[in-house]
């Protein structure tokens, strides 16, 4: 049962340099999320996806991009990585309908050098 | 806007102690509260949800609309409770917010 699995799970990057952080999951899931989580600050909603073919801003969406591949999938890229964007990142996924659980991944832990 | 807010940073407490995690949330709407936690080393995984008025691993929240609050509450904490609990709020749009979490810290 892999259920939300997530790549890289560390990755050290030069600042200016891009990444794309890989989700995917085999639940069939129709909403995918995309956190950071900085200590003392919890986990903020980077981007989301309510369902395949949309995705939308959350709480800080700057300096990020995402992808829904698939239903499967929803990746999230880092163009010009900056040193405040080290931290750890998870992605998540739900069926999305009334009070349905959220899955998480295991991390990526990005630090930007 | 939709908000979640946690108050306390950390909550050390003994064993045997009762516990209560406090959780405040901001939304127009009828809200879907949750409470997740993380223990040690291991991914973020769901503890209860308010719809379900479940008891899991002694822990009971309910739903005060009146206060807009979420508190997670247990009679006698263990060691074993010992992690880092986070309330999160989801929206009619499917958007999915947390607070910035409560680390309960269970002595002997």
């Known amino acids: 049962n892999a259920g939300v699995t997530q790549t890289p799970k560390f990755q050290v990057l030069k600042t200016g340099q891009s990444m794309t952080l890989q989700c995917a999951q085999d639940?069939?899931?129709?909403?995918m999320y995309w956190y950071r989580q900085d200590p003392g600050m919890g986990l903020r909603l980077i981007y989301y996806?309510?369902?395949?073919?949309?995705?939308d801003k959350g709480e800080v969406p700057n300096g990020y991009n995402v992808s829904r591949l698939n239903k499967r999938e929803f990746s999230l890229r880092l163009e010009s990585a900056a040193p405040s964007q080290t931290s750890v990142y998870f992605c998540?996924?739900?069926?999305?309908?009334?009070?349905?659980?959220?899955?998480f991944g295991q991390g990526t832990r990005l630090t930007v050098v | 806007a939709q908000r979640v807010t946690q108050p306390e940073k950390l909550l050390s407490v003994f064993k045997g102690a009762p516990v209560e995690l406090k959780c405040n949330y901001s939304?127009?709407?009828?809200?879907?509260l949750f409470w997740y936690v993380q223990y040690s080393r291991q991914r973020l995984q769901l503890l209860l949800r308010?719809?379900s008025r479940e008891s899991i691993k002694g822990f009971t929240a309910d739903l005060n609309k009146g206060e807009t609050s979420f508190h997670l509450k247990k009679p006698f904490a263990q060691e074993e409770d010992s992690a880092m609990y986070y309330c999160?709020?989801?929206?009619?749009?499917?958007?999915?917010?947390f607070g910035t979490g409560t680390r309960l810290l269970v002595s002997p």
């Open positions: 639940m069939n899931h129709n909403s």
């Open positions: 999160a709020l989801r929206t009619g749009f499917q958007k999915l917010v």
């Open positions: 308010h719809i």
């Open positions: 939304y127009s709407g009828s809200p879907e």
């Open positions: 996806s309510a369902s395949e073919g949309t995705t």
């Open positions: 998540a996924s739900s069926f999305g309908g009334w009070n349905t659980e959220a899955f």
